[in-house]
């Protein structure tokens, strides 16, 4: 028996590799996010989205490596 689930899949981008997240997205068929993303002085992010993503499954495409 095949489980079926309800959960919407949301996909959100970091801010080192937009273009990548974007790429997955597609081949995903899913509409990559929009997060608004603030940084304090001491360096911590708090991601805010523009939907709820509560009780969804939600991914964050982050790279380790720095932006240009």
Known sequence: MDKVTTK???LYSGRTHP???????QHLNVQLGEANIV???NG???PRFGESIRGGD???M??????D
Do not use: K
Not at 19 to 25: M, N, Q, S, Y
Not at 62 to 67: A, L, P, V, Y
């Open 19 to 25: 273009a990548l997240a974007e790429e997955v997205a």
């Open 62 to 67: 982050q790279t380790h490596c720095g932006f």
């Open 44 to 46: 911590e992010l708090r």
């Open 39 to 41: 940084e304090f002085a």
């Open 58 to 60: 939600v991914f964050i």
């Open 8 to 10: 919407r899949m949301a």
